[in-house]
Antibody
Framework: EVQLLESGGGLVQPGGSLRLSCAAS????????MSWVRQAPGKGLEWVAS????????FCVDSVKGRFTFSRDNAKNSLIIQMNSLRVEDTAVYYC??????????????????WGKGTPVTVSS | DIQMTQSPSSLSASVGDRVTITCRAS??????LNWYQQKPGKAPKVIIY???NLQGGVPSRFSGRGSATDFTLTIGSLQPDDFATYYC?????????FGGGTKVEIK
């Protein structure tokens, strides 16, 4: 069964750090782009980052640049965010998601087809 | 950044109704538009990708249309399981952006 399982969320004070992980199983993890998406309480979805299959390129939203570090360990089928200098506005449920990416002369697909259950992060004093 | 605007933000409908949700992009995104369904406390689920392609396992009452800046998601005959929040998302360029969501409620 294809599965993603996030962990590492919790309560942290502003300025603190947290490390989130996403464990993948049931598919060839190293062949897929992967993404992080977050959702603040009662709010909509916000894309946070995407990583190429080999981890050579990472793209992220401006609001986390310089504070969050994204990585993947293909040997362990895992996706990681190291979150530093956390702010109250980083409070959200963080989801990891598998990306379907395919591009050809007659088509282009880039969408998130498998999602984890999410891990909650609360930044509060 | 590409802004995605959904309308309406919420709607009330009855089982069996035909429902249409609109998503507008702030610039031309070709057909690089996906739709997700999210139920309370659950992760989102993709229902339509690349504007009009039905994801496997999704009922055929869901359909998507559009290109460039204007897109629609239609539920042909609303079923009890369809009451949820729907989001559009552009994959034309980073940062990937989502619409604000449309909550479909029971009338």
């Amino acid at each position: 069964e294809v599965q993603l399982l996030e962990s590492g969320g919790g309560l942290v004070q502003p300025g603190g750090s947290l490390r989130l992980s996403c464990a993948a199983s049931g598919f060839a993890f190293s062949s897929y782009y992967m993404s992080w998406v977050r959702q603040a309480p009662g709010k909509g979805l916000e894309w946070v980052a995407s990583l190429k299959p080999d981890g050579s390129e990472k793209f992220c939203v401006d609001s986390v640049k310089g504070r969050f570090t994204f990585s993947r360990d293909n040997a362990k089928n895992s996706l990681i965010i190291q979150m530093n200098s956390l702010r109250v506005e980083d409070t959200a449920v963080y989801y990891c998601a598998r990306v379907v990416y395919s591009s050809g002369w007659d088509h282009y697909y880039y969408y998130m087809d498998v999602w984890g259950k999410g891990t909650p992060v609360t930044v509060s004093s | 950044d590409i802004q995605m605007t959904q309308s309406p933000s919420s709607l009330s409908a009855s089982v069996g109704d035909r429902v249409t949700i609109t998503c507008r992009a702030s610039q031309n995104i070709n057909t690089f538009l996906n739709w997700y369904q999210q139920k309370p406390g659950k992760a989102p689920k993709v229902i339509i990708y690349s504007a009009s392609n039905l994801q496997g396992g999704v009922p055929s009452r869901f359909s998507g249309r559009g290109s460039a800046t204007d897109f629609t998601l239609t539920i042909g005959s609303l079923q009890p399981d369809d009451f949820a929040t729907y989001y559009c998302q552009q994959s034309y360029s980073v940062p990937l952006t989502f619409g604000g969501g449309t909550k479909v409620e029971i009338k």
